[in-house]
């Protein structure tokens, strides 16, 4: 006898029961047994409902023996992704969502994770407004999906074909094997909403594995949708981008402006981890960092720069066409991989005015209030990633100029229905700005109460960073890092 029950969690209320006569013989058998769930609490994000989770519990009997049990923990939910020359949209139970999302990777061995790290990095994308994450690569321990599952945070799953491998048979082969056993193992988790099958491929490998590994997620698990190749924004089975300007790829980061990207899937900035941190090096690294450290400040300024920048741009541009991000990365993975806001050790690059965590208080919780802007001041703008209808709110703004005792210059307010799921572009902002003079833009955002929803503050914006002199442009492909003060005339 199969028996097969359902219930919810954590409560543990039955909601659903079934069990038939089975024969099973020797050897490897699927057996299967349907069972419907009347009326389903949906699993969603933390920011759009909650984690809604079950309990399969599974038993076979024979007679008063009781053969074999298992629990299953999973989650009901729909998943879709609509990708068009002008999209790249993700759907959760129907409705659009909008994806606030980081990379991670957090050490380069498996073996050194564990609940605590996991609950500690899980937590802290969180606290700091995330709602989705793409698992680099690689895949992780059972624990960290366990986690995402409970925690309501999307995932978009890498598999490990990344940037150069074979392209004949034999290799295409074990790459559709590889992929379709992890798409086996963790596909009964709702957390994991994609799969991605390659990452900065050659054009080549679009067709072989491409093709091929597509397939074969789609024969395995037809519930979710797949990215071919990230970063090929072009390609309707791909469709979204990466974007390092004002980084790895050199400039200046305020040159995305007036861009537009359908999803972003990777952007950032590399910087140093924090002087606590110097003491935990290992010798030789502190050494090449030797003329590094004194500027630490000055690199996580420049990551809070580039960070809520990209940000901002992304949301000012919600669903028109932006329908997410995700930044590389959330913590690095070994002490010569810089990408994080946190480094190795898990503290927070955050000398000087806050570094990146900074910026994603500032620019990434679910109610967010922005400026634009370049040279110039050019509109307020606020966004709701919430199901909630918030009403008529109030947007607040109020630019000062001068150091210590500052000068007003200019202020305002506007009324503003901000409803769920949704961007407003709120109002032209237009004033006279000097070269010689510092501003401050500082932004509220009220609810119908009066009480402050959001809020965000820009410090001197109209005099960005530029680009630190030294920060890397170069990667050394040996040692597979990238390299300060490597170049020009050393």
Request: proline share 6%; with cysteine.
């Amino acid at each position: 006898d199969l028996s097969v029950r359902i219930r919810l969690v954590p409560e543990g209320a039955e909601v659903a029961r079934t069990s038939k006569a089975i024969e099973l013989k020797a050897g490897q058998a699927t057996l299967e047994a349907a069972v419907s769930v009347a009326g389903p609490r949906l699993w969603s994000t933390w920011d759009h409902g909650g984690a809604a989770l079950y309990e399969a519990d599974m038993e076979l009997r024979d007679g008063k023996d009781v053969v074999l049990t298992r629990s299953i923990p999973f989650g009901i939910r729909r998943v879709e992704l609509r990708r068009t020359a002008k999209e790249t949209t993700f759907y959760l139970n129907g409705k659009r969502i909008y994806l606030r999302g980081t990379t991670n990777w957090p050490d380069e061995y498996l073996s050194a994770m564990d609940v605590g790290r996991y609950e500690r990095d899980l937590s802290a994308m969180v606290h700091a407004g995330m709602n989705a994450i793409r698992v680099h690569v690689h895949s992780e321990n059972p624990a960290f999906y366990d986690l995402c599952d409970r925690l309501g945070l999307v995932i978009l799953q890498d598999n490990d074909l990344n940037w150069t491998f074979p392209t004949d048979e034999e290799f295409t082969k074990k790459a559709v094997r590889g992929f379709g056993s992890m798409i086996q193992q963790l596909r009964n988790h709702p957390s994991i909403i994609c799969w991605i099958a390659m990452n900065e491929v050659p054009k080549a490998a679009l067709v072989q594995p491409g093709l091929q590994l597509l397939a074969e997620a789609k024969r395995l698990d037809p519930s979710r949708p797949v990215i071919r190749d990230s970063e090929n924004r072009d390609d309707l089975e791909s469709g979204d981008g990466h974007d390092y300007r004002g980084s790895l790829a050199g400039g200046e980061y305020q040159s995305i402006y007036g861009s537009t990207e359908k999803l972003a899937t990777e952007f950032g900035m590399d910087a140093p981890p924090a002087p606590s941190s110097a003491r935990l090096f290992p010798p030789r690294m502190a050494e090449r960092l030797r003329e590094v450290l004194p500027r630490v400040a000055e690199l996580h300024d420049y990551q809070y720069w580039v960070l809520k920048y990209y940000i901002e741009h992304y949301r000012m541009q919600k669903y028109a066409p932006n329908a997410g991000y995700f930044l590389f990365m959330w913590i690095d993975f070994c002490p010569q991989s810089l990408y994080g806001v946190y480094d190795y050790w898990g503290v927070p690059k955050a000398e000087g005015i806050g570094g990146g965590l900074r910026a994603l208080e500032e620019s990434n919780h679910p109610v967010g209030i922005f400026m634009e802007y370049k040279d110039a001041p050019v509109a307020l703008h606020v966004a709701n990633d919430s199901d909630e209808d918030l009403g008529e709110c109030t947007a607040e703004w109020t630019v000062t100029k001068g150091e210590g005792e500052r000068e007003r210059v200019t202020g305002g307010h506007q009324t503003v229905h901000l409803g769920p799921d949704s961007h407003v572009r709120v109002a032209d902002l237009a004033f006279e700005v000097r070269p010689d003079l510092r501003y401050q833009v500082a932004l509220v955002l009220r609810g119908s109460d009066g009480r402050v929803i959001a809020r965000n503050l820009y410090r001197d914006p109209f005099h960005p960073p530029a680009h630190p002199q030294g920060h890397p442009e170069r990667i050394d492909h040996e040692l597979g890092m990238r390299l300060w003060w490597a170049g020009g005339s050393k």
